[in-house]
């Protein structure tokens, strides 16, 4: 709490990892806004078959997992059918903002 308090949250998700508060760590490295912070929680959790904790990273630090990274984790590790809602999600967010950019471009032409 200290060392996220004051800014140095690769110190605090180390020491939340290694207390194994791992709901802090996914908390601070999205507090961080960092998405190679996040991505490295991500491979922790993949590489130590923590399959619940991977799944609620990706939930946690949605908006810093680049879906590339999500996807390859999973899929290297066995663990798609975690990444899935994830996965889908993302797609629909993709979709809703080509439709919107489609819907654009028509009204132009």
Same mark, same amino acid.
């Given at each position: 709490l200290v060392y996220q308090k004051s800014k140095r949250y690769k110190q605090s998700i180390d020491l939340s990892k290694q @207390? +194994? /508060?791992? $709901? *802090? =760590? /996914? #908390?601070?490295a999205f507090e961080s806004s960092n998405p #190679? %912070? =996040? #991505?490295s929680l991500l491979r922790f959790f993949v @590489?130590?078959?923590m399959k619940e904790c991977f799944a609620a990273c990706l939930y946690?630090?949605?908006d810093l997992i $680049?879906?590339?990274?999500g996807l390859e984790l999973a899929w290297r590790h066995g663990m798609t059918d975690? =990444? /899935?809602p994830f996965l889908i &999600?993302? %797609?629909r967010e993709y979709t809703s903002r080509i439709d919107a950019l *489609? +819907?654009?471009? &028509?009204?132009?032409e």
């Open positions: @207390d +194994k /508060m791992y $709901r *802090d =760590a /996914m #908390e601070t #190679e %912070l =996040a #991505e @590489d130590n078959g946690t630090c949605y $680049r879906p590339d990274v975690y =990444a /899935m &999600q993302v %797609l *489609d +819907k654009k471009t &028509q009204k132009k």
